[in-house]
């Protein structure tokens, strides 16, 4: 199983790595669709790689799935997920992630390894016993911004391909 970490507020990372935070935040990934539903991984590290085969730290036992189909890294303090080649791709919210683009993961994001593997992420900041409650409180906002957002992106694009559907249908029965 595998925990990790929060991110930025961006959707874009930057292509170079920036130096690691001291503590990653938890990363939390649960299979929610696809053969390994119900599947709950937790970060093993700054570095979790996520593929079809035992090798990778996130195991996803999916023919869609590549062998080595995406990396989760925790990079200048946030979860950056890159698609690094797979056959099926990779999608953040139901927008697709083109090879090697660095896309920031937030707290509530769904992920769709391949065809059928769909992830949600959970990030939660990791313990610190020097935060006060103040920063706990905004740091509890922060994550629930992150949520809204990930879900009205998930609409948003859900919306947009069912306009493109609707259109598609329309033009075809003219």
């Known amino acids: ?19 690691a935070a001291a503590t990653a935040d938890l ?3 649960e299979v ?6 119900g599947v709950v991984f937790t970060r093993p590290g700054d570095l979790v790689t996520v593929g079809r085969t035992s090798k990778s730290k ?13 990396t989760l890294a925790w990079e200048r303090a946030r979860w950056v997920l890159r698609d690094v080649g797979s056959s099926n791709g990779t999608a953040v919210n139901g927008k697709r992630v083109q090879e090697g683009e660095a896309v920031v993961l937030k707290d509530g994001d769904v992920v769709l390894f391949g065809t059928d593997s769909e992830v949600k992420v959970q990030v939660s900041r ?8 103040e920063q706990d409180l905004r740091a509890e906002c922060k994550r629930w911004v ?13 919306l947009h ?8 249908t329309l033009l075809a029965a003219e």
């Open 126 to 133: 990791a313990v610190d016993e020097a935060v006060t409650v």
């Open 32 to 37: 929610t669709a696809g053969p390994c539903s």
């Open 1 to 19: 199983m595998a925990d990790a970490g929060a991110s930025a507020p961006s959707d874009q990372a930057p292509s170079s790595s920036g130096p």
């Open 161 to 168: 391909r069912q306009w493109h559907q609707a259109k598609a």
């Open 146 to 158: 992150q949520r809204l957002t990930a879900q009205g992106e998930q609409m948003a694009n859900s």
């Open 27 to 29: 990363l939390r990934l």
């Open 58 to 70: 996130v195991h996803i036992k999916d023919a869609a799935v590549s062998e080595k189909h995406a």
